[in-house]
């Protein structure tokens, strides 16, 4: 049909539209971060080749990216859903390290359950765990008007002792700091099991949960009633609220959703990675990445893929490029560099002053009033 | 003697629009000029020029004689220029002295001298008899007393030249009045003053000199006593400007809207519609007049369902709608034109599609499967384009980059369409030009004579007078009157505003 | 024997109190002025971090803790001014930028960490500032500093100005008030004040820089500031009193409650507050909001 090849053009053309702001910002940055690394002697050009050989150089160097691409997808899924509320979900971190324990748990509380059946429920405990803790902030935005910033970053706190509390005592391993580990039931399939090119990375079919999560946030934000009632709430809450829509139900319910991904991410790290949760001393950094994740994907689905892998690579190039003597810190000043030019909407603002003069200068020449 | 104020050549463009091309304008010493033109003549950005808020990018100002460069507001200052804005520049917290003397405070070494400050305050509002309490919070005062807060600010500077942008749009007729008189007494004392406005009536009563200014250009300049309303209105429009609507005898039919006893809280949680009783019948506009901020604006958000009504009851053909979300008074055949398009009526950063089922977007007609088809979404938008004759490339932009004319068609196209037993216009017309101000008043008259029940909420006494079958008058909170449109006068109608008593206690 | 058991540990809960609740102090005074001219600076976390490590940095390179402390001084104004022209100028989304002075901030200070001490973690010990009687010199600093904030808010003519410019930026600006100038000295000056708190944190009280040591004080602060409704005195009598909170730890180890409940203390009282169950308070009116000239 042509209106529907029509419309999926439409469609591309719009997500390209999209994406085009931040590419040019990741760019300004890498050269920005080039600049730093020459300052210090060293060569921009083998710290990036290291830099990509180490996340992309062979099988298992791309498997462990995407070992960590996987979460970062989700976090930033979730951060980018809630952004299109007008949210800004910095609580994603605590959601995570709640849907990490929540699995476990359920990881481990359930074992004798056919593989499929407690893979199942497992990550959806996780993610509901996630789900639930959002609520909070989001019932708190809605109620009292109280800021999700500061709610979202005090329940990181909260969540991260409660985690080690759990952690401490009810699955606790005795003697030691870290909990007891899932069964093997509720592991996810690895990689490394069928194939020999993967067989030193821990690669696991996360990878397309998160990709099909991805698909399915794209999906209710830009084609249905729901996505529309919580896009319109982020543009523009009084017109919503005209326009029959409830923005406190919409505030909530985008949380809880966002919240429900950052959770599955939590659970996803532990039934695919990890197995067992530890004793934390500071945040997992998950949650906090995926705030960079999702502003670089200018909170679109689509975005949000590409710029996961691209801090994925950052983040698993570092150690190669440390090996060749430049410190792996500068991978969190390039990308604390590019959030900076992303957040000012550099390109953005530049371009459009360009664009004003230029049209200042038609009209004062013009002499007639349009 | 050199004029007090003269602007030669003076251009300023903004990215489309030319507002200022080539102006000439002359003040002189002791007058009061009008500045009139119709919204976005260029008339503020003229004088937002003189006071130093915007720069020209061609022209010179001579102030008493010199050139002068007026950089930014401090300059006009010095130069003995002061401006009151149209939308008040009062800092709601601080007290009258505070937001009086702010930028120019008196010290006590590097401490504020607040008592200095209120004796100051006090002294110049006794020499100019602008009466006012020095102490207040200006959160809790009346608006003409803000008023005169805003004109002592101007005082408290030294300015001699005046520069007052739409000062009666706040008052009442009475008010207005009272405003021609301070603006007498401050002639006498040696001002000049500048009034900028597009309200003819004024223009007679309170000037000397009027220049109407249209689409950026100077038109021309006269001599009030020498010309006449009529005159004044087609060199404002460019053609000949019927002030009246073409309509028929209204036939009404039974009430559709039957509101009783509503009470509605504002804001601050104090009263601001204290009990009214209405009716609208199908066939017929009802028109509500009232001076801004009398409760029009939270009576309309109640029967929408946007504000809760403390008490009363809102019947929609015999239903009662009280209190219910506004989804379900939306689907229980509400439209609403809203008075803030910007804020209630469009989602700007949506696309003119997406915007034209805002309200109706849970409609079947507008599914596909699970979820939305933007197919028939954009084929209904296109429909509603041509059909109100929306100016746009396509339905695809956002609705931001339309002009505000054509945005409120936009409006008006997606709230008529939904055939609505009542549809609620409030300030349908703010900001618009000649030609889409027929074109809204067009539609208001077809729906009314379809039998629909028409509820117009406006500030412009013209519009309320030309349009309503039945006009009813808010004043604090309440219905004062109702007069058959055949029976109201503009003076009838103004003390009813005013709250029936022809002088105001302040 | 028993009186004085229970006015020692007093004592000690009052110096502990003290102690916690310095760097707070600073923070939301700083806070308080950016807020009251109308730019949120969520970045008082990232800017207290880039603070306590200048001030160890500089007294490390000098030998002085002095240095140290006007190094924190300087970097926290710096950092503050990036922040102002980023939200003014660029006018981007403030809690966004804030967060990202978080981001990098954190980066910046792991990455020299680990290249002039060579390991991440933290740095050797520098010379600091000694306590003088019970209370670091900070604390008496902070309290100064929560009288001079006071007066210069209420009792200044740039305290009015600052004032208006957070409430109706286009009032101040028809009066000539330069309402840029104003929010960029106002978050300048919060960057300066988050600078001492870091530095109050490392070098006020500890010897070193240790990564994390900041834990969420910055935004601690902004709850305090909040919960204080926008005014120095109540911000920092709101500080003492989640520095007690946070106090209670140091005494409380016989408490019958497990320990990750009190490290969570401040955090869930912080949200109490912030969500008006200890009262309501509204902020500047004009708050997050960039300003725009006007010229359409």
């Given at each position: 049909?042509?209106?529907?090849?029509?419309?999926?053009?439409?469609?591309?053309?719009?997500?390209?539209?999209?994406?085009?702001?931040?590419?040019?910002?990741i760019?300004?940055s890498f050269i920005a971060g080039g600049i730093l690394v020459?300052?210090?002697?060293?060569?921009?050009?083998?710290a990036y080749?290291?830099l990509?050989?180490?996340?992309?150089?062979?099988?298992?160097?791309?498997?462990?990216?995407?070992?960590?691409?996987?979460?970062?997808?989700?976090?930033?899924?979730?951060?980018?859903?809630?952004?299109?509320?007008?949210?800004?979900?910095?609580?994603?971190?605590?959601?995570?390290?709640?849907?990490?324990?929540?699995?476990?748990?359920?990881?481990?509380?359930?074992?004798?359950?056919?593989?499929?059946?407690?893979?199942?429920?497992?990550?959806?405990?996780?993610?509901?765990?996630?789900?639930?803790?959002?609520?909070?902030?989001?019932?708190?935005?809605?109620?009292?008007?109280?800021?999700?910033?500061?709610?979202?970053?005090?329940?990181?706190?909260?969540?991260?002792?409660?985690?080690?509390?759990?952690?401490?005592?009810?699955?606790?391993?005795?003697?030691?700091?870290?909990?007891?580990?899932?069964?093997?039931?509720?592991?996810?399939?690895?990689?490394?099991?069928?194939?020999?090119?993967?067989?030193?990375?821990?690669?696991?079919?996360?990878?397309?949960?998160?990709?099909?999560?991805?698909?399915?946030?794209?999906?209710?934000?830009?084609?249905?009633?729901?996505?529309?009632?919580?896009?319109?709430?982020?543009?523009?809450?009084?017109?919503?609220?005209?326009?029959?829509?409830?923005?406190?139900?919409?505030?909530?319910?985008?949380?809880?959703?966002?919240?429900?991904?950052?959770?599955?991410?939590?659970?996803?790290?532990?039934?695919?990675?990890?197995?067992?949760?530890?004793?934390?001393?500071?945040?997992?950094?998950?949650?906090?990445?995926?705030?960079a994740?999702?502003?670089?994907?200018?909170?679109?689905?689509?975005?949000?893929?590409?710029?996961?892998?691209l801090f994925?690579?950052l983040?698993?190039?570092g150690?190669?490029m440390?090996?060749?003597?430049?410190?792996k810190e500068v991978v969190g000043i390039i990308q604390g560099i590019i959030i900076l030019f992303?957040?000012?909407?550099?390109?953005?603002?530049?371009?459009?002053?360009?664009?004003?003069?230029?049209?200042?200068?038609?009209?004062?020449?013009?002499?007639?009033?349009? | 003697?050199?004029?007090?104020?003269?602007?030669?050549?003076?251009?300023?463009?903004?990215?489309?629009?030319?507002?200022?091309?080539?102006?000439?304008?002359?003040?002189?010493?002791?007058?009061?000029?009008?500045?009139?033109?119709?919204?976005?003549?260029?008339?503020?950005?003229?004088?937002?020029?003189?006071?130093?808020?915007?720069?020209?990018?061609?022209?010179?100002?001579?102030?008493?004689?010199?050139?002068?460069?007026?950089?930014?507001?401090?300059?006009?200052?010095?130069?003995?220029?002061?401006?009151?804005?149209?939308?008040?520049?009062?800092?709601?917290?601080?007290?009258?002295?505070?937001?009086?003397?702010?930028?120019?405070?008196?010290?006590?070494?590097?401490?504020?001298?607040?008592?200095?400050?209120?004796?100051?305050?006090?002294?110049?509002?006794?020499?100019?008899?602008?009466?006012?309490?020095?102490?207040?919070?200006?959160?809790?005062?009346?608006?003409?007393?803000?008023?005169?807060?805003?004109?002592?600010?101007?005082?408290?500077?030294?300015?001699?030249?005046?520069?007052?942008?739409?000062?009666?749009?706040?008052?009442?007729?009475?008010?207005?009045?009272?405003?021609?008189?301070?603006?007498?007494?401050?002639?006498?004392?040696?001002?000049?003053?500048?009034?900028?406005?597009?309200?003819?009536?004024?223009?007679?009563?309170?000037?000397?000199?009027?220049?109407?200014?249209?689409?950026?250009?100077?038109?021309?300049?006269?001599?009030?006593?020498?010309?006449?309303?009529?005159?004044?209105?087609?060199?404002?429009?460019?053609?000949?400007?019927?002030?009246?609507?073409?309509?028929?005898?209204?036939?009404?039919?039974?009430?559709?809207?039957?509101?009783?006893?509503?009470?509605?809280?504002?804001?601050?949680?104090?009263?601001?519609?204290?009990?009214?009783?209405?009716?609208?019948?199908?066939?017929?506009?009802?028109?509500?007049?009232?001076?801004?901020?009398?409760?029009?604006?939270?009576?309309?958000?109640?029967?929408?369902?946007?504000?809760?009504?403390?008490?009363?009851?809102?019947?929609?053909?015999?239903?009662?709608?009280?209190?219910?979300?506004?989804?379900?008074?939306?689907?229980?055949?509400?439209?609403?034109?809203?008075?803030?398009?910007?804020?209630?009526?469009?989602?700007?950063?949506?696309?003119?599609?997406?915007?034209?089922?805002?309200?109706?977007?849970?409609?079947?007609?507008?599914?596909?499967?699970?979820?939305?088809?933007?197919?028939?979404?954009?084929?209904?938008?296109?429909?509603?384009?041509?059909?109100?004759?929306?100016?746009?490339?396509?339905?695809?932009?956002?609705?931001?980059?339309?002009?505000?004319?054509?945005?409120?068609?936009?409006?008006?196209?997606?709230?008529?369409?939904?055939?609505?037993?009542?549809?609620?216009?409030?300030?349908?017309?703010?900001?618009?030009?000649?030609?889409?101000?027929?074109?809204?008043?067009?539609?208001?008259?077809?729906?009314?004579?379809?039998?629909?029940?028409?509820?117009?909420?406006?500030?412009?006494?013209?519009?309320?007078?030309?349009?309503?079958?039945?006009?009813?008058?808010?004043?604090?909170?309440?219905?004062?009157?109702?007069?058959?449109?055949?029976?109201?006068?503009?003076?009838?109608?103004?003390?009813?505003?005013?709250?029936?008593?022809?002088?105001?206690?302040? | 024997?028993?009186?004085?058991?229970?006015?020692?540990?007093?004592?000690?809960?009052?110096?502990?109190?003290?102690?916690?609740?310095?760097?707070?102090?600073?923070?939301?005074?700083?806070?308080?002025?950016?807020?009251?001219?109308?730019?949120?600076?969520?970045?008082?976390?990232?800017?207290?971090?880039?603070?306590?490590?200048?001030?160890?940095?500089?007294?490390?390179?000098?030998?002085?803790?002095?240095?140290?402390?006007?190094?924190?001084?300087?970097?926290?104004?710096?950092?503050?001014?990036?922040?102002?022209?980023?939200?003014?100028?660029?006018?981007?989304?403030?809690?966004?930028?804030?967060?990202?002075?978080?981001?990098l901030?954190?980066s910046?200070?792991?990455f020299?960490?680990?290249?002039?001490?060579?390991?991440?973690?933290?740095?050797?010990?520098?010379?600091?500032?000694?306590?003088?009687?019970?209370?670091?010199?900070?604390?008496?600093?902070?309290?100064?500093?929560?009288?001079?904030?006071?007066?210069?808010?209420?009792?200044?003519?740039?305290?009015?100005?600052?004032?208006?410019?957070?409430?109706?930026?286009?009032?101040?600006?028809?009066?000539?008030?330069?309402?840029?100038?104003?929010?960029?000295?106002?978050?300048?000056?919060?960057?300066?004040?988050?600078?001492?708190?870091?530095?109050?944190?490392?070098?006020?009280?500890?010897?070193?820089?240790?990564?994390?040591?900041?834990?969420?004080?910055?935004?601690?602060?902004?709850?305090?500031?909040?919960?204080?409704?926008?005014?120095?005195?109540?911000?920092?009598?709101?500080?003492?009193?989640?520095?007690?909170?946070?106090?209670?730890?140091?005494?409380?180890?016989?408490?019958?409650?497990?320990?990750?409940?009190?490290?969570?203390?401040?955090?869930?009282?912080?949200?109490?507050?912030?969500?008006?169950?200890?009262?309501?308070?509204?902020?500047?009116?004009?708050?997050?909001?960039?300003?725009?000239?006007?010229?359409?």
């Open positions: 049909m042509e209106s529907r090849m029509n419309e999926i053009k439409e469609d591309m053309i719009k997500t390209l539209k999209e994406i085009a702001y931040p590419l040019v910002a760019l300004i020459y300052s210090f002697g060293k060569d921009p050009v083998v080749t290291a990509i050989k180490g996340s992309l150089g062979d099988w298992n160097k791309l498997g462990e990216t995407l070992v960590t691409v996987t979460p970062l997808i989700l976090t930033g899924l979730s951060i980018a859903f809630a952004f299109r509320c007008g949210l800004f979900n910095i609580g994603a971190e605590g959601q995570f390290i709640i849907g990490s324990i929540a699995a476990v748990w359920a990881g481990w509380a359930f074992a004798g359950l056919p593989a499929v059946l407690h893979i199942t429920l497992t990550l959806l405990i996780g993610a509901l765990a996630g789900g639930l803790w959002a609520s909070v902030i989001g019932w708190l935005k809605a109620k009292v008007g109280s800021h999700e910033v500061i709610n979202g970053i005090m329940m990181n706190y909260i969540a991260m002792y409660l985690s080690n509390y759990i952690t401490m005592t009810l699955l606790n391993v005795p003697e030691k700091a870290y909990s007891v580990e899932i069964a093997d039931t509720a592991k996810l399939w690895r990689f490394s099991q069928a194939f020999e090119q993967l067989k030193y990375s821990r690669l696991h079919i996360g990878i397309f949960f998160s990709l099909i999560v991805a698909v399915v946030a794209y999906y209710i934000l830009n084609k249905t009633v729901r996505g529309y009632e919580i896009r319109a709430v982020g543009f523009n809450p009084h017109a919503a609220e005209y326009g029959g829509i409830s923005v406190k139900k919409n505030i909530v319910l985008a949380m809880v959703i966002s919240g429900l991904f950052a959770g599955f991410a939590g659970a996803i790290m532990a039934t695919g990675v990890q197995y067992r949760v530890n004793n934390l001393f500071g945040f997992t950094g998950y949650g906090l990445d995926g705030i994740v999702a502003l670089v994907g200018n909170n679109h689905p689509i975005g949000v893929i590409l710029s996961a892998f994925g690579m983040q698993k190039g150690p190669l440390q090996i060749q003597g430049i410190p992303v957040a000012a909407n550099f390109v953005k603002v530049i371009t459009e002053q360009i664009k004003q003069n230029k049209e200042l200068k038609r009209s004062a020449g013009k002499g007639e009033v349009e | 003697m050199p004029a007090v104020i003269e602007m030669k050549g003076i251009c300023k463009s903004f990215p489309g629009i030319r507002a200022n091309d080539n102006i000439n304008l002359t003040v002189e010493q002791g007058e009061i000029h009008v500045l009139l033109g119709e919204n976005g003549a260029g008339k503020s950005t003229l004088m937002n020029i003189l006071y130093g808020l915007y720069q020209p990018d061609e022209g010179q100002i001579f102030v008493k004689g010199k050139p002068v460069r007026i950089s930014n507001p401090n300059i006009a200052i010095s130069q003995g220029i002061g401006m009151v804005h149209q939308h008040f520049m009062l800092v709601q917290p601080f007290t009258v002295a505070e937001n009086i003397i702010l930028g120019k405070e008196p010290k006590k070494g590097t401490t504020l001298d607040i008592e200095k400050a209120i004796k100051d305050v006090e002294e110049i509002s006794r020499k100019y008899e602008l009466k006012v309490d020095a102490k207040a919070v200006v959160q809790d005062i009346s608006v003409g007393m803000q008023q005169r807060v805003e004109i002592l600010k101007t005082l408290y500077r030294g300015a001699e030249i005046l520069i007052l942008d739409e000062p009666t749009a706040v008052l009442t007729p009475q008010e207005i009045e009272e405003l021609g008189v301070i603006l007498k007494s401050l002639v006498s004392q040696g001002k000049s003053i500048i009034l900028i406005t597009h309200k003819l009536k004024e223009v007679m009563s309170m000037s000397d000199r009027v220049t109407i200014v249209r689409r950026g250009k100077i038109i021309d300049t006269l001599n009030t006593k020498d010309t006449n309303i009529d005159e004044l209105a087609e060199k404002m429009v460019g053609r000949k400007v019927n002030l009246t609507v073409e309509k028929e005898e209204a036939k009404v039919a039974a009430p559709i809207l039957e509101i009783k006893g509503l009470k509605v809280l504002d804001s601050r949680k104090l009263e601001a519609v204290k009990g009214v009783d209405l009716q609208v019948h199908g066939g017929e506009i009802l028109g509500i007049a009232g001076v801004d901020g009398n409760g029009q604006s939270d009576l309309v958000q109640a029967i929408t369902g946007l504000s809760k009504a403390e008490a009363g009851e809102i019947l929609l053909n015999g239903k009662e709608i009280t209190n219910l979300p506004p989804k379900d008074v939306i689907e229980s055949g509400v439209g609403h034109i809203p008075e803030d398009r910007h804020k209630r009526g469009l989602v700007l950063n949506y696309s003119l599609a997406e915007n034209s089922i805002l309200g109706s977007h849970h409609s079947k007609r507008f599914r596909q499967g699970m979820g939305l088809s933007y197919l028939k979404i954009r084929e209904y938008s296109k429909k509603l384009i041509k059909e109100y004759d929306v100016r746009t490339p396509n339905e695809k932009v956002m609705a931001k980059s339309l002009s505000g004319g054509n945005q409120q068609k936009l409006i008006v196209a997606r709230e008529i369409d939904r055939d609505p037993s009542l549809c609620i216009a409030s300030q349908p017309t703010r900001g618009l030009d000649v030609g889409a101000i027929e074109f809204v008043h067009k539609k208001l008259v077809e729906l009314r004579d379809e039998g629909k029940a028409v509820l117009l909420v406006s500030l412009e006494l013209d519009e309320i007078m030309a349009l309503s079958d039945r006009i009813a008058v808010m004043y604090d909170g309440r219905i004062v009157g109702i007069l058959d449109a055949r029976d109201a006068t503009e003076k009838k109608l103004g003390i009813m505003m005013a709250g029936g008593s022809s002088q105001n206690a302040e | 024997m028993e009186n004085v058991g229970i006015i020692t540990v007093l004592g000690i809960i009052l110096t502990a109190t003290v102690r916690s609740a310095t760097p707070l102090m600073f923070a939301s005074l700083g806070g308080n002025f950016s807020e009251r001219s109308g730019v949120f600076n969520i970045g008082l976390e990232g800017i207290m971090t880039v603070g306590a490590f200048s001030a160890v940095f500089f007294s490390f390179k000098t030998g002085s803790p002095w240095a140290g402390l006007l190094g924190a001084m300087v970097v926290g104004g710096l950092f503050g001014l990036l922040l102002a022209f980023l939200s003014i100028y660029f006018k981007a989304n403030q809690v966004i930028v804030g967060t990202a002075i978080n981001i901030a954190a910046l200070t792991t020299l960490l680990v290249e002039i001490w060579g390991r991440p973690g933290q740095t050797d010990n520098v010379e600091y500032f000694q306590a003088w009687g019970p209370f670091s010199l900070f604390s008496y600093l902070a309290f100064a500093m929560v009288i001079v904030s006071y007066y210069v808010m209420y009792k200044t003519p740039f305290g009015l100005r600052v004032r208006a410019v957070g409430e109706h930026p286009r009032a101040a600006d028809t009066l000539g008030v330069n309402v840029y100038v104003i929010r960029y000295i106002c978050v300048t000056i919060s960057g300066v004040l988050a600078g001492i708190g870091g530095a109050s944190l490392s070098i006020g009280s500890l010897s070193l820089f240790k990564e994390g040591m900041i834990a969420g004080k910055g935004f601690i602060a902004l709850a305090a500031l909040i919960f204080g409704k926008w005014n120095p005195i109540g911000a920092a009598l709101a500080c003492l009193f989640f520095g007690f909170a946070d106090a209670l730890q140091t005494v409380a180890t016989n408490l019958p409650v497990p320990k990750e409940f009190l490290f969570a203390l401040p955090y869930i009282l912080t949200m109490l507050a912030v969500s008006g169950f200890v009262g309501k308070s509204v902020g500047p009116a004009a708050g997050g909001i960039p300003y725009e000239k006007g010229e359409k």
